[in-house]
Structure formats: structure tokens, C-alpha cells
Nanobody, 130 residues
Framework: QLQLVESGGGLVQAGGSLRLSCVAS????????MGWFRQALGKEREFVAA????????YYVDSVKGRFTISRDSSQNTVFLQMNSLTPEDTAKYYC???????????????????????WGQGTQVTVSS
């Protein structure tokens, strides 16, 4: 089991940047695909990005490609989400979670559904002003 704590959210102007962190405690961090999701007010939670267990693969939803970068640091048990060129449409609460399925050459599609993830953090709010 992992416990996940997100941080790094805040208020930023359109065009600005934020770096979210998700620190994991517990065993097995290096074994899991990790993902970021977001939920805007009144909307369903949506997938944003995933990183493979070894950090070599990344996958993004189309709306953030070229602007967001997901990475992980095993020495810190931390997953990051670097967000650049933010727009008001990025305003949401951002959550990290660990996948319950794998992602490798044998499982070529990354987990992107909410039901494929567990151990959700409490979230961190990102607000982008126009």
C-alpha cells in the first residue's frame, strides 16, 4: 500500500507555470505506474498523464501534450507534474494515484481509467486566472 500526498498547487496567471509533487510513503513505489488526474468544479475526474514504473515511458491526454511533463524520482519516492503555458481550462484539483495495472511491452497501453488506479491522494488545487 502507498500513501500519497500532493503539493505544489496554487494561483497562477494564464501562461504561467507550476510544478506539482506527489510524495509516496509505503513500500513498492518503484513497482507501480503512477498517474495524475484532475477534476474541475462540476465535472468528472479526468486522466492527465501517466509514467511507467521505470520512468522511461510517459503518456498524456491530448489537451496537455507539449505543455505538461510527468516524471518520477525513485530516490525521493516522488512523482512530478511540470505544467507550463497554463490556461484557465487547466483550473482543477489535481490528484495523483498509483495504477493497479502494468504498462510494458507486454501491456502496451497505459492505464488511463479512474478504476485502474488506487491509493488516491487528497489533491492539490490549481487555479489559473485569465
Amino acid at each position: 500500500q502507498l500513501q500519497l500526498v500532493e503539493s505544489g498547487g496554487g494561483l497562477v496567471q494564464a501562461g504561467g507555470s507550476l510544478r506539482l509533487s506527489c510524495v509516496a510513503s509505503g513500500r513498492g513505489f518503484d513497482l507501480y505506474v503512477m498517474g495524475w488526474f484532475r477534476q474541475a468544479l462540476g465535472k468528472e475526474r479526468e486522466f492527465v498523464a501517466a509514467v511507467s514504473a521505470n520512468g522511461e515511458r510517459q503518456y498524456y491526454v491530448d489537451s496537455v501534450k507539449g505543455r505538461f511533463t510527468i516524471s518520477r524520482d525513485s530516490s525521493q519516492n516522488t512523482v512530478f507534474l511540470q505544467m507550463n503555458s497554463l490556461t484557465p481550462e487547466d483550473t482543477a484539483k489535481y490528484y495523483c494515484a498509483r495504477a493497479m495495472t502494468g504498462w510494458s511491452r507486454y501491456i502496451p497501453e497505459p492505464p488511463r481509467l479512474e478504476r485502474e488506479y488506487a491509493n488516491w491522494g487528497q489533491g492539490t488545487q490549481v487555479t489559473v486566472s485569465s
